[in-house]
């Protein structure tokens, strides 16, 4: 079992910055996959960041084409943490914003590549 704790969301205006913590703990040799999803109210959720390893410890990061050149995903391996930063922020990116844990098996959007989730974090963007 893997435990996902996210951290870091809050109430900004259009334009600033957030960063979002995700603390993992447990089992977390088993996911080589990390994402981030968030989902807006009467939305489905979405896909916006991943970041996964290869055999050779390469890190391969994907975003979604709504916050590519705005966000930035991140992973400290020694703090079982991945980061999610956050700049440029759009009214749009309001959401709830979810951190997953997966084995990579070749899709990193669909959320059913991701095997535990956290509880979610608030992002509210102000215009």
């Known amino acids: 079992q893997v435990q996902l704790l996210e951290s870091g969301g809050g109430l900004v205006q259009a334009g600033g910055s957030l960063r979002l913590s995700c603390a993992a703990s447990g089992r977390t040799v088993s996911t080589d996959l990390m994402g981030w999803f968030r989902q807006a109210p009467g939305k489905e959720r979405e896909f916006v960041a991943s970041i996964r390893s290869s055999d050779t410890m390469i890190y391969y990061a994907d975003y979604a084409d709504s916050v590519k050149g705005r966000f930035t995903i991140s992973r400290d391996n020694a703090k079982n943490t991945v980061y999610l930063q956050m700049n440029s922020l759009k009214p749009a990116d309001t959401a709830v914003y979810y951190c997953?844990?997966?084995?990579?098996?070749?899709?990193?959007?669909?959320?059913?590549?991701?095997?535990?989730w956290g509880q979610g974090t608030q992002v509210t963007v102000s215009s």
């Open positions: 997953a844990a997966g084995s990579y098996s070749g899709t990193y959007y669909a959320t059913r590549s991701y095997t535990y």
